[in-house]
């Protein structure tokens, strides 16, 4: 059933490298392609649908694509998108720096600003009445691209003002034409019809998509990316459809269908030669041809390479028959699951891809070799070429915190009434450093002090109670007593507390609500987040502290352990969907060291002490559990983000070998009682607090690691920082490589001391 003579293919072959040679020789003699964009505009099928068909639908017939599981993996909930979450076209925006391309078609109010998506489920290049002339049915409706770019025009005096205006902003776009045309074949191919009537469309296809780019080129547009065909002959509706006993249709290393992927290989060997016809009339102009071809293949050819199951054919959410589907069941109708690991799978729904498989298309555009010619990012800004080589060194513009008071600058102080303030207000806290109280829980510096200084950035200030700070190089929302969980969560479940209901969901809507304030423009907002260092945390330890001061049993506590990470979690993602693009996540320090903990859980059992350290064993044993947790979920968010950089700070092991070898920090034997505290085996008692009267300070607080029996001293902390800061204690270590020579040895001397 092979289409195509050996030769002619051959042929073909040879004709299409001959032209990518020319290709090269016309783009080394014109100017320099590379364009900083400003926003994408994008026309297309389902390929690139980011909820325009669902806009469309009435609300009593809603396409499958607005059922779960579609959207699962990603934004946990169905948006319009044809895959379990992300698009070719969501990981190019991510990639750009922009917000996620937003459906023109039934949104109101949307911001298209950044970009505008006129790509629909269903949609054809060719118009639905030709189709039907040819009786083709169209069985979605008639939004084919002439429709979109119709729609386009229509639209332009809203989206961009005047003519001139409108000018520019096509020609800072990026242009995505496609993937369309595939849908002109599927309704035929679904039809059985014969595959010469078939390939009688392609030029009449290939003649839509020119005609349409030649539009936009006479309106201004100057970058177009042009997707061809994917290997239809491994799509799996394809794969059901044609089943056959012949072998020899099929090819052996693959499994897919070979002269249905001779048919894609001719669609998009025309493309490429009207898409150098064009080249050649538009010589300012850059179009490049995206290999979606090619870039999915090499995943079916290579499954391992990618982390994908072995034969990835079978689909991830379908049921039954030879490649888990079955014509009818569709992926989104009742009783339809999905497979457990949909990141070893290429193939979704039947007819399009899994998020992994579009991160790796995308991917393959973006860093080549599957963009024809390679795009040119020499003259972007130096994050994005720093994303493109995966570098992730970023030269920190400012810090942003949330956390509790092991992060506190001063917000509980300020929110507190001046005639009611915290024991933290008072001597000796701040005296060795500040020689005053600022608010910081400890005798000086916190970590965020001496991360602060390490990037040559002030110390920053608390963003609670403060009039007239300077937030520009960072704002702080740490306050102490903060819980990760809300007050009214935790009192439902018996855990009642006296400190602050500053939680972090409510310091993160304080930042959200002061933004225009810190940042102005909702795109200069985009660049301060992408800019900043985000310090998580530490956040938890008092969810877990109140109810173990509360003398809750150990599994009651464990139980807490979820929900404080879903809370965790939801922040960086909430912060990576305003452009956060790098964050610091603490976990839970050694609680079986903690003074307050030791008098609590005081026993005359030896055995439940470390002999080395004298520490709780089994409270340390809560932190590690905790905090294998959180990394394990962190692990998750940076295979979701793989272009955010998520950092996990070990404060559990920083903290833990000062206790170990105390001597080669310059700690006292045994560093367990605290500095500022008085009575009871490790000087602290309960009611007697720090700062209150008649509670002083240690001689030498450099030979303490903890400081008032809950908090540390600043030489624990500025050796937990370091610990961060130069290894081995950020996981993954910090990249400073881009930075100047002078931050990176900032610090350093100190570190000696
Ligand atoms: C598309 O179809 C709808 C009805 O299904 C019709 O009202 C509309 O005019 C059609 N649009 C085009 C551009 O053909
Ligand atoms: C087939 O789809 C089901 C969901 O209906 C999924 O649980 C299963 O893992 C898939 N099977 C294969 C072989 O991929
Ligand atoms: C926090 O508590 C104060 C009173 O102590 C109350 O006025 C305020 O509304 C509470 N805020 C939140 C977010 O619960
Ligand atoms: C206990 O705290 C007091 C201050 O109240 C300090 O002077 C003393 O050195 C501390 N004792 C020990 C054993 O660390």
């Not at 008085?678 to 303490?704: A, H, I, M, W």
Request: with cysteine; proline share 6%; net charge negative.
């Amino acid at each position: 059933m092979a289409y195509q003579s050996l030769d002619s293919h051959v042929l073909i072959k040879l004709v299409s490298f001959f032209l990518s040679t020319l290709l090269v020789v016309t783009t080394v003699r014109s100017e320099t392609k590379c364009r900083s964009f400003e926003s994408i505009i994008s026309f297309g099928d389902s390929i690139a649908d980011t909820g325009n068909l669902i806009g469309l639908s009435s609300p009593n017939q809603l396409p499958e694509s607005a059922f779960p599981p579609y959207g699962e993996t990603f934004f946990h909930h169905p948006t319009g998108r044809f895959s379990d979450g992300r698009l070719v076209i969501d990981f190019i925006a991510e990639f750009l720096g922009f917000p996620h391309v937003p459906p023109f078609y039934g949104s109101k109010n949307g911001n298209f600003e950044k970009g505008v998506n006129f790509a629909v489920g269903a949609a054809t290049a060719l118009e639905s009445s030709f189709l039907e002339e040819r009786g083709i049915h169209c069985p979605y409706g008639n939004i084919s691209l002439g429709v979109q770019i119709q729609s386009f025009k229509e639209s332009l005096l809203n989206l961009c003002g005047s003519p001139s205006d409108c000018r520019d902003m096509i020609g800072n776009a990026l242009i995505l034409m496609g993937e369309i045309g595939g849908n002109d074949y599927n309704y035929p191919f679904f039809g059985r019809k014969t595959i010469e009537e078939i390939k009688e469309l392609v030029p009449l296809v290939i003649n839509t998509i020119s005609s349409a780019i030649t539009e936009l080129v006479d309106m201004g547009g100057k970058t177009f990316l042009v997707p061809g065909n994917f290997p239809l002959g491994c799509s799996v509706i394809y794969l059901t459809l044609y089943q056959t006993p012949n072998k020899e249709d099929y090819d052996p290393l693959t499994g897919c269908l070979t002269w249905l992927n001779e048919f894609s290989e001719y669609h998009n060997e025309k493309l490429q030669t009207e898409l150098n016809r064009l080249r050649k009339l538009y010589p300012h102009v850059n179009i490049i041809y995206g290999d979606y071809y090619n870039a999915l293949l090499r995943l079916i050819q290579e499954p391992a390479k990618f982390g994908l199951m072995s034969r990835p054919l079978p689909v991830c959410c379908g049921s039954g028959g030879t490649y888990n589907f079955t014509f009818g069941v569709k992926c989104g109708s009742k009783g339809v699951g999905y497979c457990d690991d949909p990141s070893k799978y290429v193939n979704w729904d039947g007819v399009h891809m899994t998020e992994t498989a579009y991160r790796l298309i995308a991917e393959g555009l973006l860093k080549g070799p599957y963009s024809i010619p390679p795009f040119d990012w020499s003259c972007l800004s130096s994050e994005i070429e720093n994303k493109d080589s995966e570098t992730q060194c970023r030269n920190f513009k400012s810090i942003i915190s949330f956390g509790d008071s092991i992060a506190d600058t001063g917000n509980l102080v300020g929110l507190s009434d001046p005639n009611d303030l915290p024991h933290v207000a008072f001597p000796p806290y701040g005296e060795t450093f500040f020689h005053h109280p600022t608010g910081r829980f400890s005798n000086g510096r916190l970590v965020i002090d001496f991360i602060a200084e390490f990037l040559g950035l002030p110390l920053v200030p608390p963003f609670y109670g403060s009039q007239n700070a300077n937030f520009e190089k960072g704002v702080n929302f740490a306050v102490g007593g903060a819980t990760a969980l809300e007050r009214s969560f935790l009192e439902e479940r018996g855990i009642h507390f006296a400190y602050t209901n500053v939680s972090l969901g409510v310091q993160l809507r304080s930042f959200k609500d002061s933004l225009p304030n810190l940042c102005g423009s909702s795109s200069d907002c985009r660049d301060m987040m992408e800019n900043a260092l985000i310090l998580m945390g530490e956040i938890g330890g008092n969810d877990y502290n109140y109810a173990f001061f509360l003398g809750k049993p150990i599994q009651e506590i464990k139980e807490l352990v979820p929900f404080v990470i879903s809370s965790i979690s939801s922040a960086i993602k909430e912060l990576i969907n305003m452009g956060g693009r790098t964050f610091l996540v603490p976990g839970d320090f050694p609680l079986g060291c903690s003074v307050a903990y030791l008098t609590i859980y005081q026993t005359s059992n030896m055995e439940e002490y470390d002999p080395k350290t004298g520490c709780l064993k089994w409270l340390n044993k809560f932190g590690e559990y905790y905090n294998k947790q959180l990394q394990a979920e962190l692990n998750k968010l940076q295979k979701l983000y793989p272009h955010v950089n998520i950092i996990y700070a070990d404060y559990y092991n920083a903290v833990s070998r000062l206790f170990q070898e105390p001597a080669k920090f310059g700690f006292m034997n045994r560093p367990l009682p605290a500095c500022c505290g008085l009575g009871g085996s490790y000087n602290f008692t309960f009611g007697r607090k720090c700062g209150f009267q008649g509670v002083e300070c240690c001689n030498d607080p450099t030979k303490y690691v903890n400081w008032d029996g809950v908090h540390l001293t600043e030489s624990a902390y500025r050796l937990i920082a370091e610990g961060l800061l130069k290894g081995p204690y950020a996981i993954p270590p910090f990249d400073w490589s881009c930075l100047s020579s002078e931050i990176k040895n900032n610090g350093l001397d100190e570190q000696l001391m």
